[in-house]
């Protein structure tokens, strides 16, 4: 399903791609509005972009907390993001400092 | 909800309370995923890692608003459920499961084109004939203008020539106001003579309706002058039958009424007014009728300047009419005028007949759209099962009222797509029933907005039977269900059905109610004491051409040769002459009777009159009451003598002999009454008979336009063309009009009547059938499901009499329950049809009880089918199935 690259998701996939895996995090990391957040993850997971993994649960339960939901890029979503990169040369510089992966 | 060890703080409780309630939002499949992931994100910002400091005041803050924004998420996963492709795979997933069951399908689906059918043909009538505008331009601004009598009562009369006038002069409203007498011409070129419906009218008639001619020119200025009024405008279809739509019969000179006139224009094809008009002529008014204020015959038309309005006329007109009021008080004191839209005008006489239909047919899809409710109400308890399984299989309950839905939109949008083809079909029949006017021309048929409304009907009906089974499943405890085994759609399933099946019968009955009084009215109406012998009588209408016939001598002596040949013929009983074959009822006449009234009023008796040959009473075997008949002795030759009817004695000399008393009327001459004659209906079936007054045509010819009234030996279609011959054997240019047995005018008299009881009849039986339909569903399905109760009942000794009855017992239960509530709704609603009745009162208790018990006889029907099979159950295998 095609989905229409804004400025909003660029800044998404870039956050995930720099580290920022879960939604909190994505939140705090891009600085947009909170509630738009998610309903990016949602339009561009369902748009296969995204792909989400549960933390798994023994982690979780070693840390004595609830298994969190990871998202990351599928090879779609990383060329996605080379075009958004491109289309808005901001959105690169949003995470300057974080290494890819 | 915490994994951690330790108490959670109050905002994050808050937090998760708020998750929680987003999540209903959030469409069952993806519910639970959902509020692990936002729980999990809400325990972890409360609970930073490593540990720090537990979150200050703002941060805290910011997570609640955060929580908040699940409400936003939750909204797109539940768009996204909602994508074509779900909507499509719903569809496909519909009609599959529509496929399944056919014969709940085909009966569902005859139900809903049934009743779209029904609603769409009779919507595109009233379309037609009540919402299309005029086909002029600007057609708001056409009005017509009546006088009407404060006194008296009197309403819509027509206008005397001098108010007109003065209208015409005074009046700033109008931008063109004209007049016109209905009447009609003889033409005897291109082909046989013919006589051609058509209006006297003032020059600027056409001006009014702002329509120039396709040929030639409107009339002149100068056209209302005797001497340059021998003009003709012919209508379109005129023209292209009399004259072969040949253009050059502009300028062609033509034989109107044995007079040279010429033809100055063809009107374009759309144009009719009035609607039987075939041809226009300048009207010319006589000094009579330009000197008589009390001479009411000109139809008045205006076409409203633009900055004026049917209210600012009005008002106008009403300052004038006072004025003429002041000027005239002889004939014009209590006169007024009365502004009215054209268009309302020329649609008053159907229009309550229309929306009696409309009204009837909107009980049909309301009648369909609760019968489909039910069938889906009984075929959703059997799929309890089939949804109980979706819903463990993870389909929320969103989901499932989202696919009945869409299978019940499937269904009427099939339907009205069936139901739009039964519309095409029905409105060819309902125009061959009975020809529909369109005011202005044009034909009734289905357009735009037609189809909008069929598209409308049939998604409002969806939803509408589509909401009762959702509604139904959305209350259920679907686990409950799947452990129960059986399907069991619960009690109310069963007091929605009752609910519906009570309804549908009660609206039903009203329908029938209103069909069974509409078929009382036109026997009523056929019934009517005529007054006369109608069987084998055969009439046959000419008008003499003035220009053939100038005086009374030569009219005289045409009608007695006519009567005299007439009856030399074989098949000829007798034959005698009436201006007006009954029931046509002619204008009325102010009536003298000498000694007691000494002067011309306006408010002496008034009685209808009619010139007709000596032997008519004996012709047309109306009875004597006193007195004698007619003889031919009643000549130029004889005294001056006239023959009343009972009501004429009645009303103007009651408790006295009328015979030897003399009268005046039409001409200042006294005329002796010599006889009493029984009443006749002449003045249309079904209403009262007022007085009338008959006189011999060789004293006075009173109209040349004749009716030839003809008994014959046998069938009097079998004489038609020997009554032709032996009038043209006389005058070979006169065309006969209308020529039928008596019996078969009077019977087209009543055609409204009988078009209304006849369509009511057909909606009638159709909701009756559709109750039925109803009754059998709910008690087949209520048979199905207490299988098992009925088994042990009969294992434990009752009878199958016993089941049987039980099971119509139930039945019948509800069929009173919809009788009763149907004769109230039918007291309260059947006053609309009160005037279209004709001796039957709309509350009539014979009519009420006939059709309660009709129901009645249905629901049992219905129901003995269902109640047969239950008695026959074996209790062996009735139990095993459980």
Same mark, same amino acid.
């Given at each position: ?8 998701t660029g ?11 879960? %939604?909190f995090d ?22 296969g ?13 070693l ?13 779609? %979503? ?10 808005f040369? %901001?959105?690169?510089?949003?995470f ?6 | ?9 109050s ?39 490593p540990?720090?400091s ?27 459920e ?9 569809f ?23 009743g779209i059918?029904a609603?769409?043909?009779i919507?595109?009538v009233?379309?037609?004939?009540l919402?299309?505008?005029?086909p ?6 056409l ?18 020539v !001098? ?16 007049a ?7 033409i ?25 001619p +396709? ?15 021998r ?9 292209e ?6 253009a ?12 040279s006139?010429?033809v100055v224009?063809v ?12 041809m226009?002529?300048?009207i010319?008014?006589?000094d ?10 000109l ?27 002041? =000027? ?9 005028a009365?502004?009215?839209p054209?268009?309302?005008e ?5 229009r ?7 009204g ?9 759209c ?33 696919? +009945? ?30 020809p ?6 044009g034909e009734?048929h ?13 998604l ?10 959702a ?12 452990? !129960? ?11 929605t ?19 069974g009084?509409?078929?009382?009215s ?20 000419f ?11 030569q ?13 030399a013929l074989?098949?000829? #009983? ?34 209808? =009159?009619?010139?007709?040959? =000596? ?7 109306i ?12 000549d ?11 009501a004429?004695?009645?009303?103007l000399?009651?408790?006295q002999?009328p ?6 009327s ?17 003045s ?9 007054y ?9 109209s ?9 030996a ?11 011959e032996?009038v ?19 019977s ?5 009547a009988?078009f ?9 039986? +159709?909701?009756?059938?559709?109750a039925?339909v ?7 399905y209520s ?5 098992? !109760? ?7 000794g ?5 089941v ?10 509800l ?11 039918s ?5 609309v049809?009160s ?6 009162e709309p509350?009539?208790p014979?009519?009420? #009880? ?10 049992? =029907? ?9 008695s ?11």
């Amino acid at each position: 399903m095609a989905i229409r690259m804004t400025y909003l998701t660029g800044v998404v996939l870039e956050a995930i791609e720099s580290g920022h895996r879960y %939604g909190f995090d994505i939140m705090d990391a891009t600085g947009v509005p909170d509630g738009t957040v998610y309903p990016a993850l949602r339009r561009l997971e369902q748009a296969g972009l995204l792909e989400a993994t549960w933390e798994d649960a023994a982690d979780a339960a070693l840390k004595n907390r609830p298994a969190r939901k990871y998202y990351r890029l599928t090879p779609e %979503g990383s060329s996605a993001l080379a075009q958004a990169r491109v289309r808005f040369p %901001g959105v690169a510089r949003t995470f300057p400092d974080v290494e890819p992966g | 909800m915490s994994t951690r060890s330790g108490r959670p703080t109050s905002a994050e409780s808050l937090a998760h309370a708020i998750i929680r309630l987003a999540a209903w939002l959030v469409p069952i499949g993806r519910r639970h995923d959902f509020r692990r992931e936002w729980s999990a994100e809400v325990t972890w910002g409360f609970t930073p890692d490593p540990p720090r400091s537990p979150p200050g005041r703002l941060a805290r803050l910011r997570l609640l608003y955060r929580s908040f924004t699940a409400v936003f998420d939750a909204l797109t996963l539940r768009r996204q459920e909602f994508t074509l492709e779900s909507v499509l795979k719903d569809f496909r997933y519909a009609i599959r499961s529509l496929l399944r069951r056919p014969g709940f399908t085909a009966l569902a689906l005859m139900t809903v084109a049934l009743g779209i059918g029904a609603n769409t043909a009779i919507f595109s009538v009233v379309n037609s004939v009540l919402l299309r505008p005029l086909p002029y331009p600007d057609p708001d601004q056409l009005v017509m203008v009546w006088e009407n009598d404060r006194t008296r009562g009197w309403d819509r009369v027509p206008t005397n020539v !001098e108010d007109f006038l003065a209208w015409r002069s005074e009046a700033t409203a109008f931008s063109a106001l004209a007049a016109g007498a209905n009447g009609s011409f003889t033409i005897a070129q291109g082909g046989e003579p013919e006589r051609v419906p058509g209006m006297r009218v003032t020059a600027d008639f056409f001006d009014v309706f702002a329509v120039p001619p +396709l040929l030639g020119r409107p009339f002149g200025p100068e056209a209302n002058v005797e001497g340059a009024h021998r003009e003709v405008v012919l209508s379109h279809a005129l023209w292209e039958r009399r004259f072969g739509g040949d253009a050059s019969v502009i300028g062609r000179t033509i034989d109107v009424d044995g007079d040279s006139y010429q033809v100055v224009a063809v009107m374009p094809e759309g144009f009719h007014f009035p609607s039987a008009a075939r041809m226009w002529a300048p009207i010319v008014f006589s000094d009579a009728q330009l000197q008589d204020r009390n001479w009411h015959f000109l139809l008045t038309l205006g076409r409203l300047t633009d900055a004026s309005s049917v209210l600012a006329a009005q008002a106008e007109m009403r300052t004038i009419s006072a004025r003429l009021e002041e =000027a005239y008080p002889e004939s014009n004191s209590g006169w007024g005028a009365d502004v009215q839209p054209l268009h309302s005008e020329m649609t008053n006489g159907v229009r309550q007949t229309l929306l009696i239909l409309l009204g009837a047919v909107g009980f049909i899809l309301l009648i369909a759209c609760a019968n489909v409710a039910n069938l889906l109400l009984v075929r959703a308890a059997g799929r309890a099962r089939e949804m109980s399984v979706r819903a463990a299989l993870g389909a929320g309950k969103l989901r499932l009222v989202r696919q +009945l839905l869409t299978e019940s939109l499937v269904l009427s949008v099939a339907g009205a797509v069936l139901g739009l083809g039964l519309a095409y079909i029905a409105l060819d029949a309902l125009l061959t029933l009975s020809p529909i006017v369109v005011p202005g021309g044009g034909e009734v048929h289905i357009d735009v907005k037609v189809l909008g409304l069929t598209a409308l009907a049939a998604l409002v009906t969806g939803l509408a039977f589509g909401v009762v089974p959702a509604t139904t499943v959305w209350k259920t405890d679907l686990q409950g269900t799947l452990k !129960e085994g059986r399907g069991q759609a619960g009690g109310t399933g069963k007091r929605t059905r009752s609910i519906l099946v009570i309804s549908e019968t009660a609206m039903a009955l009203v329908l029938v109610t209103g069909a069974g009084l509409m078929i009382q009215s036109v026997r009523a109406l056929l019934d009517v004491d005529v007054g006369l012998r109608t069987d084998h009588m055969l009439v046959a209408q000419f008008t003499l051409p003035a220009a053939a016939y100038p005086d009374q001598e030569q009219q005289s002596l045409f009608f007695d040769q006519l009567i005299e040949r007439t009856q030399a013929l074989p098949s000829v #009983v007798g034959a005698a002459l009436t201006p007006l074959a009954p029931p046509a009822s002619g204008g009325q006449y102010h009536v003298r009777v000498e000694g007691v009234h000494d002067a011309w009023t306006m408010d002496l008796p008034v009685a209808r =009159a009619r010139s007709v040959s =000596a032997n008519y009473f004996e012709v047309m075997e109306i009875p004597l009451v006193r007195g004698r008949y007619l003889t031919a002795t009643d000549d130029q030759n004889g005294d001056a003598v006239v023959v009343v009817d009972r009501a004429f004695a009645d009303a103007l000399f009651p408790g006295q002999d009328p015979l030897g008393q003399s009268i005046r009327s039409l001409l200042d001459t006294p005329r002796r009454i010599v006889g009493v004659v029984g009443n006749v209906a002449n003045s249309g079936l079904g209403n009262e008979a007022g007085p009338t007054y008959y006189f011999p045509y060789q004293q006075q010819v009173f109209s040349t336009t004749m009716n030839l009234m003809v008994r014959t030996a046998g069938d009097p279609n079998a004489a038609v063309s020997d009554v032709q011959e032996a009038v043209w054997g006389l005058d070979s240019s006169l065309p006969l009009v209308g020529v039928a047995p008596l019996e078969e005018r009077l019977s087209d008299s009543v055609s409204q009547a009988r078009f209304n009881s006849t369509l009511l009849t057909l909606f009638a039986v +159709l909701a009756m059938v559709l109750a039925g339909v109803g009754i059998y569903g709910v008690m087949a399905y209520s048979v199905g499901a207490r299988t098992g !109760e009925l088994g042990l009942r009969m294992a434990l000794g009752a009878s199958a009499g016993s089941v049987l009855n039980m099971v119509v017992g139930s039945a019948m239960k509800l069929t009173v329950a919809g009788v009763l509530l149907g004769v109230a709704a039918s007291l309260a609603l059947t006053r609309v049809l009160s005037g279209a009745l004709y001796q039957v009162e709309p509350s009539d208790p014979v009519t009420l #009880v006939a059709v309660s018990a009709t129901l009645m006889i249905v629901g049992l =029907a219905a129901s003995y089918i269902p109640a047969l099979r239950a008695s026959r159950l074996d209790p062996l295998v009735a139990l095993r199935e459980e």
